[in-house]
């Protein structure tokens, strides 16, 4: 970590303990966060709060639809003010032993798993299309759907497609069969061949006609339909797939 420092010129009884909210997009962002940044037991924070070498600090870790932000208590080792740069400060986890580290992965993997004790419902779908004018409409579309939100995640291409799939959770899958660098017919191969992902139910969509849809079949799609559909169309699908109950 760089930057300029500040010596703490107050006494230890005026160190203050202070929160910072950090929040993220998702819980494949915070889980990331913490195994490339976080587990190391410290953390540089962006922030433009009048912090000073030795306050207290509780790290709130957050997102969207997370039920209780997760905690990680540390104290201000450095502080970065510069002038027309990025401030901050450096904070190192305070008791972060053994113990404490491995009760936080164990919570992060409840959240990363979806477990309703942790995160609220919530129904992820990867659309992989490659016009992004369609993404948008389908993805804007979907709302609501039945009793969960819905959060759909866009991938352009097929490789893009596979580094999701197997990197993060998905209820099910939309795509296009013909796409960039990896077609849609051989990504649907891939899920089906991968023992923790061979259930994930898949919907393929094309203008290809027939042979787009006996490609799509053949390689383990669950339904194909053909463009251009109708968003209730998918919604329906997805509704006879995962059975969670009526389009709204």
Known sequence: MSGDRKEDERKPEERRAVSLVVEYEGAADMYRDY?????????????????????????????PRLLAPLSIEG????????????????????NFDDKVRAELELILQHIRDRDPDYVEPTLRVLL????????????????RYADADV??????????????????????LVIDVNLPVVDGAEVISQVRASEDHKHLPVIAVSAG????????????????????????????????????????
């Open 128 to 143: 992989v299309e490659d016009n992004p004018h369609v993404a948008r409409l389908v993805g804007d579309g979907m709302g």
């Open 35 to 63: 195994t490339q940044n976080l587990s190391t037991g410290g953390v540089f924070i962006h922030t433009e709060r009048d912090l000073a070498v030795g306050d207290r600090v509780s790290l709130k870790l957050s997102f």
């Open 209 to 248: 006609g027939a042979q787009a849809r006996m490609e799509a079949m053949a390689a383990g799609a669950d339904f194909f339909l053909e463009k251009p559909m109708r968003l209730r169309e998918i919604l329906e699908t997805m509704q006879r797939l995962l059975d969670v109950g009526d389009v709204p």
């Open 75 to 94: 104290e201000v080792r450095w502080v970065r003010s510069v002038a027309d740069s990025d401030n901050g400060v450096g904070i190192e986890f305070v």
């Open 151 to 172: 959060e759909c995640i866009n991938a352009s291409n097929g490789q893009e497609a596979l580094d999701l799939i197997f990197s993060e959770s998905f209820d099910v």
